[in-house]
């Protein structure tokens, strides 16, 4: 990231647009979802507390809702963030649960997402469980879509087989 770019930004917030951004996509894409609302995992741990974590991301949230990013128009996301304890919310229990197993897929096989996809995608074994769930594009496109590696210097645009 500090080689793309001059202006020094955080990666949790580049994270957040990211992720905000597909799920505006998501919504747009799919005749049966109109409108969506972000809930995020309220952690609980002073370090995080101290740090005003949650206002920083409401702030910026409510940035993207106003005025979109400079990449998506924001039509579809509607409601301020949202912060609930996972402990009291099964749905961010399973969201975790996603996201630890791509965390391990990107940490034991990363470096195949800038491999040309002709030599395959080698994946953690629970990731490949959930593979199939992630937001991908009709051809099964899931580069930009369900999932987006940043920086991303392959190029690479993966896809699910059908």
């Known amino acids: ?16 647009r990211l992720i905000f951004e597909r799920f505006e996509k998501f919504l747009e894409n799919d005749p049966n979802r109109n409108f969506g609302i972000v809930i995020f995992d309220k952690i609980a741990e002073a370090g995080f507390v101290k740090k005003g974590y949650e206002n920083l991301l409401s702030r ?9 990013t400079e990449f998506v128009t924001i039509e579809r996301i509607i409601e301020g963030l949202l912060f609930i304890p996972s402990t009291e919310n099964n749905f961010i229990q399973l969201a975790d649960l996603c996201a630890y197993n791509t965390f391990r897929q990107f940490r034991e096989f990363g470096e195949d997402w800038e491999k040309p996809s002709g030599e395959g995608l080698r994946t953690y074994k629970y990731f490949s469980k959930i593979l199939d769930r992630f937001y991908a ?19 690479i645009i993966w ?3 059908k």
């Open 1 to 16: 990231m500090q080689e793309q770019y001059t202006r020094r930004q955080s990666p949790s917030s580049i994270a957040y």
């Open 60 to 68: 910026q949230h409510l940035k993207y809702l106003s005025k979109g």
């Open 137 to 155: 594009d009709e051809n099964g496109r899931l580069s930009s879509y369900g999932i987006k590696k940043f920086p991303d210097r392959g190029k």
């Open 159 to 161: 896809r699910l087989k």
